[in-house]
């Protein structure tokens, strides 16, 4: 079986390369495109590992990991947040809001797969 990766993200360039990059490495990928969408597909897929971008319009993904950390269904999953280069310094913010790592953005594409592989085997 696959690992399962729900990529919630509202830069379809950014949506593009990353669902590209990890369906290549055989990863099973399903996409929103905002916060409430990300909290709806985590609730219903329960995935292995969840790539939450931080700003989006409506929900944004410190909201949507929050919420998804707070319910006990599933405070279990792998949030990774995605960052742009602005946030560097917010990065540790995260960690302390509970998401379990973050990828800097623009995207290292020769680096994702295997940050990828390191998350999901923790
Ligand atoms: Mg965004």
Redesign the pocket.
């Known amino acids: 079986m696959p690992h399962k990766i729900l990529i919630v993200?509202?830069?379809r360039n950014?949506l593009s390369l990353l669902r590209d990059i990890l369906t290549f490495h055989g990863y099973e990928i399903a996409v929103a495109s905002d916060g409430r969408e990300g909290v709806a597909m985590a609730r219903e897929l329960m995935p292995d590992l969840i790539l939450m971008?931080?700003?989006?319009?409506g929900m944004d993904?410190m909201t949507a990991g929050s919420i998804l950390k707070g319910d006990p269904a599933t405070s279990g999953l792998k949030i990774i947040s995605?960052t742009?280069f602005a946030m560097r310094g917010d990065q540790e913010k995260f960690l302390e809001a509970g998401f379990d790592g973050y990828l800097s953005k623009p995207i290292n594409t020769r680096e994702l797969p295997i940050l990828i592989k390191k998350w999901l085997e923790s």
């Open positions: 993200e509202d830069n950014n971008d931080i700003q989006m319009p993904g995605l742009s």
